[in-house]
């Protein structure tokens, strides 16, 4: 009974999610009186590898093969399901992203395991194996038990607060024998950047809705983004109206957010918006509607014209 978890490989570095992912499974690990072992694929240097052990991880199993630096669904899948089996898991963790969304359900379906997607808490043990996640997009918390022996974990972004600490992580080979098959369909991630952000990893995000009334005012939004090293995003209106490109777009048909600030400029705040942002540890809201229904979401809000508010907060963080 152990706790494996999959560190993703972004080009020869650690994905810094995969931080918090190591942190969860650690954490996990020893309520659970086990350890945990991280899973690293494709090409990387040992040393990114040992610096999981600043994170919680006693080891790290490689699978160096070099058709794995693509993702792959099937191979990934076989790999994890290999080092599950290896390491006698009990528990997969993967993050919820494009990889995991991918991954951690054939993982499941292979270790007959149940699964969370969006975990936003450890699990409580004294109650069986009960994880807090977002439910009604994001209108309401479940808490979900999972009582299949095996189980998977997809770990929504920011669940904590990541720590660096001391120590490195041992790490061994692992040989999986793949088959031509695995490595057939190609699923590539695509992290398309704006700013230099990927906003899939931003912790700060600064927003613009139909408020800002066209792409030519898009600069008040770029400008705060900049000075506050924030990715950009938008409400579906405006990437469906080409005002910025689709993958800003964020919400229920869009990427699922949970940064540390949000900051939402023009937004009026549909149900189908918070969706995806809802997560978000502090929200600011900027509009010239005091009704808007996204001032119930925010923690602070200015009622005011954005083409104002945004110019004269981007001064102000220039002086800090
Ligand atoms: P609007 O609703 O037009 O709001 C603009 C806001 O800007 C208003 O509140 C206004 O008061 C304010 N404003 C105007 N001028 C200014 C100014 N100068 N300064 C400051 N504020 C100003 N939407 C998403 O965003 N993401 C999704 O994933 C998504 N999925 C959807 C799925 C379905 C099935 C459906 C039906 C809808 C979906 N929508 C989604 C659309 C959603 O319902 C809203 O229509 C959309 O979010 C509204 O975008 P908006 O707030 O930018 O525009």
């Known amino acids: 009974m152990s706790v494996i978890v999959l560190v993703e490989n972004n080009g020869g570095t650690i994905k810094p999610k995969g931080f918090e992912a190591v942190q969860y499974a650690a954490q996990l690990a020893q309520k659970m009186g086990t350890t945990a072992t991280a899973v690293v694929l494709g090409t990387i240097a040992e040393t990114e ?3 999981l052990g600043q994170y919680g991880a006693k080891r790290v199993l490689h699978i160096a093969d ?4 693509n993702l792959h669904a099937r191979a990934y899948t076989r790999a994890l399901v290999n080092a599950a089996e290896k390491e006698n898991a009990s528990v997969v963790v993967t993050l919820y992203d494009l990889t995991g969304r991918v991954v951690a359900p054939r993982v499941a379906t292979q270790l007959k395991a149940g699964i969370i997607a969006g ?3 450890l699990p409580d043990l004294d109650k069986g194996f009960v994880i807090k996640k977002s439910v009604f997009s994001g209108k309401a918390f479940g808490y979900v038990n999972i009582i299949s022996n095996n189980k998977v974990i997809m770990l929504a972004a920011n669940t904590l607060q990541v720590k660096k600490g001391e120590g490195a992580a041992a790490v ?6 793949f088959e031509a098959k695995d490595f057939a369909i ?7 950047v704006t700013g230099e952000i990927p906003l899939a990893d931003a912790e700060l995000v600064v927003s613009g809705g139909r408020g800002l009334k066209g792409p030519e005012n898009w600069g008040v939004i770029e400008d705060l983004a900049r000075e506050l090293g924030a990715a950009t995003a938008c409400s579906r209106p405006v990437s469906d109206a080409d005002w910025r490109p689709h993958h800003e777009h964020v919400g229920q048909t869009g990427g699922t957010i ?3 600030l949000y900051i939402a400029a023009g937004i009026s705040g549909a149900i189908q918006h918070l969706a995806g942002v809802s997560g ?12 808007a229904p996204f001032f119930k979401a925010a923690n602070y809000g200015v009622v005011g014209d954005a083409m104002q508010v945004l110019p004269r907060l981007t001064e102000a963080v220039k002086k800090f």
């Open 49 to 51: 590898m040992q610096a």
């Open 66 to 69: 070099e058709r794995l630096n």
């Open 119 to 121: 975990a936003l808490s």
């Open 172 to 177: 061994e080979k692992l040989d999986v024998a």
């Open 186 to 192: 190609v699923v590539k991630e695509v992290n398309k």
């Open 258 to 260: 949970r940064p540390n």
């Open 280 to 291: 978000s540890k502090t929200i600011v809201v900027i509009n010239t509607d005091p009704e």
